[in-house]
Structure formats: structure tokens, C-alpha cells
């Protein structure tokens, strides 16, 4: 993981020292988005900056990143801003209960950013608005709800 922008030695200072260590171990090095390339740049309380290499093995056509990895990308990213602020003493697990996804131009070999943006944290649900943009060029965009348990 690349260190988080924020407080005191790179992190966010209101985050669980322990939620952004489960965040790093179980979610930026599941076996998919260490396969993927996927890195976490930033986390906040409510945010998650995320970014994607391009590699070839993650086309579809030609240059063009498959649909399925952005939304894979989309949903780890998704998924790190929605456990950012959650109740480590609760938390014994999280789970994308939906998952929309706009695609609004290719991705021809680029690397992709993921801004995910918490628009709303209820006690057990999370709606998350997430952009993947390829430098100023939006790619998707998404909208994604995490349910905690």
C-alpha cells in the first residue's frame, strides 16, 4: 500500500489504526486486487483514493481495460471508503449488496484513479459514488451500496 494522505505518519488520524490495517491486509491484498495491480493512495474517514496500472492481461479488446475489472477496481474502492469510517468493535464484515456502473468512454492503455466518495453511512449500509477517471478523462462512474455486519 502507498502511504495514505493525512495526520500523523500519513493517516488519517480519525481512522481506526486497526480498520485501515484490515482494510490494507483483507481487502488491498486479497488475492483479486493484488492480481489486478489495485493500490490505495489516500483514505479518509468517508474516502478512498485508489489506482489501477494498466497491464495487459486486464483487456478485453485490443488496448481497451475490460468492463469487468473496472468494476472489480469500482468495487474495492467502493468498498475501502465504506469500512473507513465504520465501528471496528462491530464490524465483523462488509458485502456489496448493489452495484451500478455507468461506462462513459474506454480505457485504451491507460492507468485509471478511483475517487470513491461516501454519500451516505447509515448503521448498516453505506451508499458510495465512485469516478474512475483516467487523468481528466472520466471513465465510469458508479454508484454502490455496502452492507456492514
Do not use: W
Not at 481487502?27 to 493500490?39: D, Q, R
Not at 468498498?79 to 469510517?85: D, Q
Not at 462491530?90 to 466518495?117: F, N, Q
Amino acid at each position: 500500500m502507498t502511504a495514505p494522505q493525512g495526520g500523523k505518519d500519513g493517516a488519517d488520524p480519525r481512522i481506526d489504526p486497526r480498520l485501515s490495517e484490515r482494510i490494507d491486509r483483507l481487502l488491498i491484498g486479497s488475492p483479486v486486487a493484488c492480481a489486478l495491480g489495485i493500490t490505495l493512495h489516500e483514505l479518509a474517514v468517508d474516502r478512498a483514493v485508489l489506482s489501477l496500472p494498466f497491464k495487459k492481461e486486464n483487456v478485453t479488446v485490443e488496448d481497451i481495460v475490460h468492463g469487468g475489472v473496472i468494476a472489480a477496481f469500482i468495487d474495492v474502492a467502493g468498498v475501502a471508503a465504506a469500512l473507513s469510517g465504520a465501528d471496528f468493535e462491530t464490524l465483523r464484515g462488509s458485502a456489496t449488496s448493489s452495484l451500478s456502473i455507468s461506462y462513459l468512454a474506454p480505457a485504451r492503455s491507460v492507468a485509471l484513479r478511483a475517487d470513491a466518495l461516501v454519500l451516505r453511512r447509515g448503521r448498516r449500509q453505506v451508499v458510495i459514488d465512485v469516478t474512475v477517471a483516467a487523468g481528466t478523462l472520466a471513465v465510469a462512474k458508479a454508484l454502490a451500496t455496502t452492507s456492514l455486519f
